[in-house]
């Protein structure tokens, strides 16, 4: 990749392999993902539990669990590799330059300590403000959230907010330097639909005020419907599909992302029942020879056991990785079926 291209991308994920080493052996949560993100793009990475999206993000953080590692691959920001950075200099990428939403808002406040205090706490480790300057913004970052009294909930602690207050609370610690990439792991789990749809909402203005790129982590492709610029669809640890949101959603190619599409429920098969993805997950321990898929996919051909497919473009947005799309290849230019 050429250095004028890199410098168009505020992040780029260059061939990422994590693996987690227990008694059991290695899990290979991660296997050769690739992406790039501009500055102001909104990506959301969506697959089940255990496809390998939280690793990715936490692998771009280099917060990893003791026994996680990366064991190939770069990740890049803003063109330089931080694979050789020191403590000082990933500690001061978070923050300032990076900043996550958690999945759990009730976690990953402390409880013994003010919701201000929290807040300031961030604000003073990665700016140069004084005390007064961090509890102003931190009382501005709340009130730029929605929530309401902002002087008088900074004293509060977080039992005392509502699920989705807390979570406008995380929000706002996390944009309260305004970082250059935010990322936003299952931001809107266990909250009701309304609030779901406010935190979207709020997410998708404040991108708009700051101008900051978002990667957005789900299992809900609904979610990210209208809100993401191009979506990855992940399994196994690896990417299956990308594409636009138009892509994904009305020309899936791929036989996992036309699952995930079956099992959502909209206004045309409300009074039909919804299609689950047979099977389990597979087994990150053992990962097969072949596509991560094959064991659940009613299209299966034999090659798909044996041989992992290639990512095909399939326009200048859509790629894929499924041996279907090279046999419809192969029937267009009439070869026949020549995979199965």
């Known amino acids: 990749m050429s250095t004028q291209n890199t410098n168009d991308y505020v992040l780029q994920v260059e061939d990422l392999h994590t693996s987690f080493f227990t008694d059991s052996g290695e899990v290979k949560a991660v296997n050769g993902v690739s992406f790039t993100l501009k500055p102001g ?9 255990g496809s390998g999206k939280s690793v990715t993000a936490y692998s771009i953080m280099q917060i990893l669990a003791e026994t996680g590692r990366i064991v190939g691959g770069r990740v890049l920001f803003k063109g330089e590799d931080m694979s050789g950075w020191n403590s000082k200099q990933m500690q001061s990428f978070r923050g300032k330059h990076c900043s996550i939403i958690f999945q759990d808002p009730m976690t990953s406040l402390n409880p013994v300590f003010t919701i201000g205090s929290q807040l300031m706490e961030a604000i003073l ?12 913004r931190a009382v501005e970052m709340l009130e730029l959230v929605g929530v309401n009294e902002p002087q008088r909930r900074i004293k509060q602690y977080p039992y005392e907010l509502s699920g989705g207050m807390r979570q406008r609370v995380m929000i706002a610690m996390a944009l309260a330097c305004e970082p250059d990439i935010l990322i936003a792991d299952e931001p809107t789990t266990a909250l009701d639909v309304t609030i779901q749809a406010q935190i979207l909402e709020l997410m998708q203005d404040l991108q708009k005020k700051l101008g900051m790129a978002i990667i957005m982590v789900t299992h809900d492709l609904g979610v990210i419907a209208d809100m993401c610029d191009k979506i990855i669809v992940m399994y196994g640890g690896s990417i299956c599909e990308r594409g636009t949101a ?3 959603f009305y020309d899936p190619r791929h036989e996992y992302t036309k699952g995930l599409l079956r099992s959502i429920p909209n206004v045309t ?3 039909e029942r919804l299609i689950p993805i047979a099977g389990t997950p597979i087994n990150l321990l053992n990962m097969p020879k072949g596509c991560a898929f094959c064991s659940r996919c009613d299209n299966a051909m034999k ?3 044996t041989e992992k497919p290639q990512e095909i473009a399939l326009s200048d947005t859509h790629m894929a990785s499924c041996w279907m799309n090279v046999k419809k290849m192969a029937m267009e230019n009439g070869k026949g079926g020549e995979t199965a």
């Open 269 to 271: 098969n409300s009074k």
């Open 246 to 248: 138009d892509d994904i």
């Open 41 to 49: 793009e909104i990506m959301g990475i969506v697959g089940e539990s």
């Open 303 to 305: 090659i798909c056991l």
């Open 125 to 136: 480790l990665h700016t140069d403000k004084t005390k007064e300057q961090a509890r102003a």
